[in-house]
């Protein structure tokens, strides 16, 4: 996690560099949603199996907002989300019971 966490870092640096003001402040937004995903499983902070999904749902709309402001930043045509794009939920494996075994 510590080496994703550069990495990002990194990638978040050529964006401040290079993106205009919606594509930064959009990155911004992504940066702050997956900090509290790290956050929470480096047990940093506490969370519900609930709250750890939100999160997670968070970063996935964040992802798509900055998707569609780097678009519009780079003057690439289309969008990302809308009629032709519904919005779609993220793939998550079901919880596990205390046992181990995959609950249904």
Do not use: C, Y
Request: glycine share 10%; no cysteine.
């Amino acid at each position: 996690m510590s080496e994703a966490g550069r990495t990002r870092g990194r990638a978040f640096e050529g964006i401040m560099l290079l993106a205009g003001d919606d594509a930064v402040e959009a990155a911004h937004e992504l940066n702050a949603v997956a900090l509290q995903v790290d956050w929470q499983a480096n047990g940093k902070i506490e969370g519900t199996l609930e709250e750890w999904r939100e999160r997670n749902r968070a970063v996935f709309r964040a992802i798509n907002a900055f998707h569609e402001s780097a678009r519009v930043d780079l003057g690439v045509d289309g969008s990302v989300s809308g009629e032709k794009h519904p919005e779609r939920d993220l793939l998550l494996p079901s919880a596990r019971s205390e046992e181990g075994s995959q609950a249904s």
